[in-house]
């Protein structure tokens, strides 16, 4: 083990002795339609449907998300399969939906099927949702129970009551880690599993191939925290959905441990201080033009692992992969924060109920999840589904996907922050541990003085 792997084990081996004592969208194979082929356990069963219209029913479908392109395939889809059914779809982008659709449910637009976002706006509209248990019949056979029973949860949990208005669409998570494939193979390196095996790669790499960039990432606020946080799971699973609700002090032993192993990725170079000024897409460009060998990215930036990703962006890359971000503390496990990102909603404005329940088992829980998860932007709720090999540009590709899919599904904390709180206070706290201007200790106590305050 070379000198600055030792270190960090020694580091990370005193942080958990700490812990201990502190707590007792495009074509494949060139044809223009869906990226995903239907795999072996793709269902075949089609629901009884409801009683058919006296004449053509028109859905109005209003979402903002997955991409147009690729809900345009499963729409296709759908109505092929619905004859008499047609859906008229409006994509917005997220920031001018959140202001539209409110306006929306509140006035005369007659809509049937909502995309909702999930952790943020499930509350200020429920009230002009129907719960699912009021529609989701008029679909044959427990599809809801088909979907990732935490992803479910997730969802009633959003509006306080315990209700269910949406069935979860798809899901996102992070931190992970992308990585150059080919140069870590030529490396003869393998895929790092802690944070001393990333350590000793950057070194080799800062050593051997200076002009390369060993780790990439974005250093802003969110991004860190998100950073933060995985650290945090990987050990305390539910520690930032205990933080934010209250249960849990942030100057306590777990917090405390938390920021002190995500400073330890910085003080022992595994990070550089310097790349924190990185902002926007600018990490995973250098990524993509092979300037880095590793991005620390959230888990929507998966449409790089897929052929259509290659065909239409320009990736200097030649192999892309991915995986869980490294463990840091002895015992550790991979972790990420996920949070349900889409839920399809029928508003009570609709006159086409039966219609828009059968639109919605098809996106969820039927064939329409593999014309649209292609895109690689979401990981599907519907528990059985995994992406076709054939969507992959490589190997190492399809395999990091499917340990993607798998962290975001076993994600026990909300990965969604306290905006207001990271913009006053956290933010500036995580980075200051960061670049090494306050040590964790007085960065828990400063965010505990602030999250009381600001209650």
Same mark, same amino acid.
């Given at each position: 083990?070379? *000198? !600055?792997?030792?270190?960090?084990?020694?580091?990370?081996?005193?942080?958990?002795?700490?812990?201990?004592?502190?707590?007792?969208?495009?074509?494949?194979?060139?044809?223009?339609?869906?990226?995903? =082929?239907?795999?072996?356990? /793709?269902?075949?069963?089609?629901?009884?449907?409801?009683?058919?219209?006296?004449?053509?029913?028109?859905?109005?479908?209003?979402?903002?998300?997955?991409?147009?392109?690729?809900?345009?395939?499963?729409?296709?889809?759908?109505?092929?399969?619905?004859?008499?059914? /047609?859906?008229?779809? #409006?994509?917005?982008?997220?920031?001018?939906?959140?202001?539209?659709?409110?306006?929306?449910?509140? *006035?005369?637009?007659?809509?049937?099927? =909502?995309?909702? @976002?999930?952790?943020?706006?499930?509350?200020?509209?429920?009230?002009?949702?129907?719960?699912?248990?009021?529609?989701? +019949?008029?679909?044959?056979?427990?599809?809801?129970?088909?979907? +990732?029973?935490?992803?479910?949860?997730?969802?009633?949990?959003?509006?306080? $009551?315990?209700?269910?208005?949406?069935? @979860?669409?798809?899901?996102?998570?992070?931190?992970?880690?992308?990585?150059?494939?080919?140069?870590?193979?030529?490396?003869? /390196?393998?895929?790092?599993?802690?944070?001393?095996? &990333?350590?000793?790669?950057?070194?080799?790499?800062?050593?051997?191939?200076?002009?390369? #960039?060993?780790?990439?990432?974005?250093?802003? @606020?969110?991004?860190?925290?998100?950073?933060?946080? !995985?650290?945090?799971?990987?050990?305390?699973?539910?520690?930032?959905?205990?933080?934010?609700?209250?249960?849990?002090?942030? $100057?306590?032993?777990?917090?405390?441990?938390? &920021?002190?192993?995500?400073?330890?990725?910085? +003080?022992?170079?595994?990070?550089?201080?310097?790349?924190?000024?990185?902002?926007?897409?600018? @990490?995973? /460009?250098?990524?993509?033009?092979?300037?880095?060998?590793?991005?620390?990215?959230?888990?929507?930036?998966?449409?790089?692992?897929?052929?259509?990703?290659?065909?239409?962006?320009?990736? !200097?890359?030649?192999?892309?992969?991915? *995986?869980?971000?490294?463990?840091?503390?002895?015992?550790?496990?991979?972790?990420?924060?996920?949070?349900?990102?889409?839920?399809?909603?029928?508003?009570?404005?609709?006159?086409?109920?039966?219609?828009?329940?059968?639109?919605?088992?098809?996106?969820?829980?039927?064939?329409?999840?593999?014309?649209?998860? *292609?895109?690689?932007?979401?990981?599907?709720?519907?528990?059985?589904?995994?992406?076709?090999?054939?969507?992959?540009?490589?190997?190492?590709?399809?395999?990091?996907?499917?340990?993607?899919?798998?962290?975001?599904?076993?994600?026990?904390?909300? $990965?969604?922050?306290?905006?207001?709180? &990271?913009?006053?206070?956290?933010?500036?706290?995580?980075?200051?541990?960061?670049?090494? #201007?306050?040590?964790?200790?007085?960065?828990?106590?400063?965010?505990?003085?602030?999250?009381? #305050?600001?209650?």
């Amino acid at each position: 083990m070379p *000198g !600055t792997a030792r270190a960090f084990a020694l580091t990370t081996a005193a942080l958990a002795l700490g812990l201990t004592a502190c707590s007792a969208g495009g074509p494949v194979d060139g044809r223009p339609v869906a990226q995903s =082929v239907p795999d072996a356990g /793709e269902k075949t069963k089609k629901p009884e449907k409801p009683e058919k219209p006296a004449g053509p029913v028109t859905l109005k479908y209003w979402t903002f998300a997955p991409p147009a392109a690729a809900l345009k395939r499963a729409i296709t889809a759908f109505e092929q399969a619905n004859p008499g059914i /047609e859906v008229e779809l #409006r994509t917005f982008a997220e920031a001018d939906y959140r202001e539209r659709l409110p306006v929306a449910l509140d *006035g005369d637009e007659a809509l049937d099927v =909502v995309g909702l @976002p999930v952790p943020t706006m499930t509350r200020a509209v429920a009230n002009r949702l129907r719960p699912v248990d009021d529609w989701k +019949d008029k679909v044959s056979g427990g599809w809801v129970e088909e979907l +990732d029973e935490s992803a479910v949860e997730q969802t009633k949990k959003a509006a306080k $009551n315990g209700e269910l208005y949406s069935v @979860p669409m798809g899901s996102s998570g992070g931190a992970v880690l992308y990585y150059n494939a080919a140069l870590l193979a030529e490396l003869g /390196e393998s895929f790092p599993e802690t944070a001393a095996d &990333l350590e000793s790669i950057v070194m080799r790499v800062k050593k051997e191939i200076p002009g390369l #960039r060993p780790v990439v990432f974005s250093g802003e @606020p969110h991004r860190q925290e998100e950073l933060l946080f !995985t650290v945090a799971s990987q050990t305390h699973p539910t520690l930032s959905d205990d933080l934010l609700a209250g249960d849990k002090p942030w $100057n306590g032993p777990e917090a405390v441990v938390a &920021l002190t192993a995500y400073g330890s990725l910085f +003080d022992r170079g595994v990070l550089a201080k310097s790349a924190l000024t990185l902002k926007g897409d600018r @990490p995973a /460009e250098l990524f993509r033009d092979g300037k880095a060998l590793f991005l620390v990215d959230g888990s929507d930036r998966s449409p790089m692992l897929s052929t259509s990703y290659r065909e239409n962006t320009k990736v !200097t890359v030649k192999k892309i992969g991915a *995986g869980p971000f490294p463990t840091i503390l002895p015992g550790a496990k991979p972790a990420v924060r996920s949070a349900v990102e889409v839920g399809l909603a029928v508003p009570k404005s609709s006159k086409h109920v039966a219609e828009a329940a059968t639109l919605i088992e098809f996106l969820t829980a039927g064939g329409g999840v593999s014309s649209w998860a *292609g895109d690689l932007t979401m990981v599907p709720s519907r528990g059985d589904f995994r992406m076709d090999s054939s969507v992959f540009a490589n190997p190492e590709g399809k395999d990091g996907y499917a340990a993607i899919q798998d962290l975001v599904r076993d994600g026990a904390s909300l $990965n969604v922050p306290d905006e207001v709180f &990271l913009e006053r206070a956290e933010g500036d706290a995580i980075l200051d541990v960061a670049h090494g #201007r306050t040590t964790a200790k007085k960065a828990a106590d400063r965010l505990q003085k602030e999250w009381a #305050r600001g209650q």
